[in-house]
């Protein structure tokens, strides 16, 4: 795995969940499970505490739990500069890594740093049209479900500061099933250009009915805290906690 695969997909992973119809601020807090693709091992836990509006995702906190109820890591996201493109910073506890987007307007600007102690790296790149970042892709195929839904393939332009560079993928549905007994469409996800030889597509679950992320399989945007690899995962947003999960972080009142 190439940093800029892990940099990539790791762009793509956020707080994801139902936006609700009620009028006016409304918090929204759920889990994440977090397995090991291949061994389907339990890792880590992601809890989430949002504020939506309706269909407008506000902003909010993910913070990530080891199996022992460790916090590796935490993400802060708002969404006031633009609705695809949050400002957002996400830091891990152990090393110290960074990477956000601290401002948005006609450019979409970016920092790095890789450990603590290093120097930020920042750079800007063009604000483009389709254009979303971190947890912001899943709210702009929120907002272009439709067309998935039609067979239509949708084209995004990536800003990912995990690399301080920004990419053109493509989303499509690929088929459907179920997901816990209930039905779920299954779409992929994967550079738009020559990267698709070096970084591999992930896949995503959504309930059609609500829109609402119910699994993601791909590259972990946590390092495993050993080896420092990010490893392949499977990300379940089940509704009841799974029997394996030893220490279930407690949501914020």
């Not at 307007?105 to 483009?128: C, F, I, N, S």
Request: glycine share 8%; with cysteine.
């Amino acid at each position: 795995m190439t940093p800029r695969r892990a940099a990539l997909i790791g762009a793509m992973m956020g707080a994801i969940g139902t936006l609700t119809a009620a009028a006016g601020p409304q918090p929204l807090k759920f889990y994440g499970y977090a397995y090991d693709l291949g061994s389907n091992r339990y890792l880590y836990t992601e809890v989430h505490d949002q504020r939506v509006d309706g269909e407008r995702w506000l902003g909010g906190t993910i913070a990530y739990y080891a199996a022992d109820g460790t916090r590796l890591g935490r993400k802060t996201l708002d969404f006031s500069q633009d609705p695809y493109v949050p400002v957002y910073r996400f830091e891990m506890d152990a090393s110290g890594y960074l990477e956000a987007i601290f401002r948005v307007d006609e450019r979409v600007y970016m920092r790095r740093r890789l450990r603590r102690g290093e120097e930020l790296k920042e750079t800007a790149v063009p604000r483009l049209a389709s254009m979303c970042a971190d947890s912001g892709f899943h709210a702009l195929i929120r907002a272009r479900f439709d067309e998935l839904m039609s067979g239509r393939a949708l084209h995004l332009q990536l800003a990912a500061a995990g690399s301080l560079d920004s990419y053109k993928f493509v989303v499509r549905r690929v088929d459907d099933g179920l997901f816990e007994g209930r039905a779920a469409v299954r779409l992929r996800v994967e550079p738009d250009s020559v990267l698709r030889w070096f970084v591999a597509p992930l896949e995503l679950r959504y309930a059609p009915a609500q829109r609402r992320l119910l699994e993601y399989r791909g590259l972990s945007n946590i390092p495993d805290p050993a080896s420092g690899r990010r490893r392949d995962v499977r990300i379940a947003y089940y509704a009841k906690p799974p029997n394996d999960v030893p220490v279930l972080p407690a949501l914020e009142p």
